[in-house]
């Protein structure tokens, strides 16, 4: 089957720890995206990549990384910097950057005690 | 910042009803795109229109776009309990971006 995968789809961590969320996609796209979802808002991005071992700043990249090092992979990493990270994650690719449909993975739920 | 606001933030209506939902943007695009979003889950595309096109049907979905007025709106005729979900309008502009709205979320009462 075809699509887009992320794990653990419920993760817990500390307050002061960093985090990987993974995303990774078998439908050969070149783009990939995350966004945060805070309960009842919009979508919000944080980074996104439109090749491999290159990606920018989204809206909201402060406290959060990412790499690109496979054209499957886009995992995120949220960092002890990042003041509220307890959100809903979304990764997404698309056929290329320009505006097209975007596949969503089913989500990750962080929640930082 | 987010360009599309959804209009109404809620909505309820009975089984066979239509539901009617708007999005106006602030800027210019190439297309916008309407998702859906069943609670806790991914987003899953419904349909994307240009910006050189006014309509476009895609089973009981009928999006329309006034680039004049900068407003979209989406058309679920003869609603299902299954339709129940958040919906999203997103635009593109010659960026590798899309913006999304902050959602209308259907109730669909059987």
């Known amino acids: 089957d075809g699509g887009i995968t992320q794990s653990p789809k419920y993760l817990f961590r500390k307050e002061g720890q960093n985090v990987t969320l993974s995303c990774e996609q078998n439908?050969?796209?070149?783009?990939m995206y995350w966004y945060r979802q805070d309960p009842g808002q919009g979508l919000r991005l944080i980074y996104y990549?439109?090749?491999?071992?290159?990606?920018q700043k989204g809206d909201i990249a402060e406290g959060y990384s990412v790499s690109r090092e496979k054209k499957e992979s886009f995992p995120l990493t949220v960092t002890s910097a990042q003041k509220n990270p307890t959100a809903f994650y979304l990764c997404?690719?698309?056929?290329?950057?320009?505006?097209?449909?975007?596949?969503f993975g089913p989500g990750t739920r962080l929640t930082v005690l | 910042s987010q360009q599309g606001e959804e209009d109404p933030q809620a909505l309820s209506i009975q089984e066979g009803e239509n539901a009617t939902m708007n999005c106006s943007y602030k800027?210019?695009?190439?297309?916008l795109q309407w998702y859906r979003q069943n609670s806790g889950r991914g987003l899953v595309h419904l349909i994307l229109?240009?910006?050189?096109?006014r309509e476009k049907h895609s089973g009981r979905l009928r999006v329309t776009l006034d680039t004049s007025k900068k407003s979209s709106s989406l058309l679920i005729t003869a609603s299902r309990a299954a339709d129940t979900a958040s919906y999203f309008c997103?635009?593109?502009?010659?960026?590798?971006?899309?913006?999304f709205g902050t959602g209308t979320r259907l109730q669909v009462f059987p």
């Open positions: 997404a690719s698309s056929q290329n950057s320009r505006g097209n449909e975007q596949f």
């Open positions: 439908l050969n796209h070149d783009a």
């Open positions: 990549s439109q090749i491999v071992n290159d990606f």
């Open positions: 800027t210019s695009i190439n297309n």
């Open positions: 229109i240009r910006s050189n096109e």
């Open positions: 997103a635009t593109g502009y010659n960026t590798d971006k899309l913006i």
